[in-house]
C-alpha cells in the first residue's frame, strides 16, 4: 500500500482540495509528473491540463487547471493554479471562452514575448480542448 502525503490545490478564487493522498498527476510544463509520498523536493511550472488525484481512500478525482506553479516536498504538494475548476464543471463553453479570450488579446500584443507566450498558452488551450472533447 502505497504512503499517503498531503495535497493542497488553491485558485486565487478558492481552496479547491486539501487532503490526505497517495498520487497526485500534474501537467507540469515539461511533462506530466506523478507525484508521491517521499518525492524528492521539487518546484515546476503548471501549463494548462488535467490533475489527477487518488485520495487516501482510493477514489480518483479530476481538476481542470489553468496554469501555475507546484510545490513538491517529501511530505506533501501544493499546486497554486492561476484558475482551476473539477473537471466535472468544465463545459465546452468554458474552454471556448477562454480560447476566444486568448485570441482577442493576441491580436493586439506587439511585444514579441508576450506574443510568443500567448500563442503558445493558446496551443495548451487548444490541445486541452482536444483532450476534454476526446474524453
Given at each position: 500500500m502505497a504512503d499517503?502525503?498531503?495535497?493542497?490545490?488553491?485558485?486565487?478564487?478558492?481552496?479547491?482540495?486539501?487532503?490526505?493522498?497517495?498520487?497526485?498527476?500534474?501537467?507540469?510544463?515539461?511533462?506530466?509528473?506523478?507525484?508521491?509520498?517521499?518525492?524528492?523536493?521539487?518546484?515546476?511550472?503548471?501549463?494548462?491540463?488535467?490533475?489527477?488525484?487518488?485520495?487516501?481512500?482510493?477514489?480518483?478525482?479530476?481538476?481542470?487547471?489553468?496554469?501555475?506553479?507546484?510545490?513538491?516536498?517529501?511530505?506533501?504538494?501544493?499546486?497554486?493554479?492561476?484558475?482551476?475548476?473539477?473537471?466535472?464543471?468544465?463545459?465546452?463553453?468554458?474552454?471556448?471562452?477562454?480560447?476566444?479570450?486568448a485570441r482577442?488579446?493576441?491580436?493586439?500584443?506587439?511585444?514579441?514575448?508576450?506574443?510568443?507566450?500567448?500563442?503558445?498558452?493558446?496551443?495548451?488551450?487548444?490541445?486541452?480542448?482536444?483532450?476534454?472533447?476526446?474524453?
Amino acid at each position: 500500500m502505497a504512503d499517503n502525503f498531503s495535497f493542497e490545490l488553491v485558485s486565487p478564487e478558492r481552496l479547491l482540495l486539501s487532503e490526505m493522498v497517495s498520487e497526485v498527476v500534474i501537467p507540469a510544463t515539461e511533462g506530466e509528473m506523478t507525484v508521491m509520498a517521499n518525492h524528492a523536493p521539487t518546484m515546476t511550472t503548471i501549463k494548462p491540463g488535467v490533475v489527477s488525484v487518488k485520495l487516501a481512500s482510493g477514489q480518483v478525482t479530476k481538476y481542470v487547471v489553468f496554469g501555475g506553479f507546484a510545490d513538491v516536498l517529501p511530505t506533501g504538494c501544493t499546486l497554486l493554479a492561476e484558475s482551476a475548476v473539477p473537471l466535472s464543471e468544465v463545459t465546452p463553453d468554458t474552454l471556448s471562452k477562454r480560447i476566444d479570450e486568448a485570441r482577442k488579446e493576441l491580436e493586439s500584443v506587439d511585444h514579441h514575448e508576450h506574443r510568443s507566450r500567448l500563442e503558445h498558452y493558446l496551443g495548451e488551450l487548444t490541445n486541452l480542448n482536444g483532450i476534454l472533447v476526446a474524453a
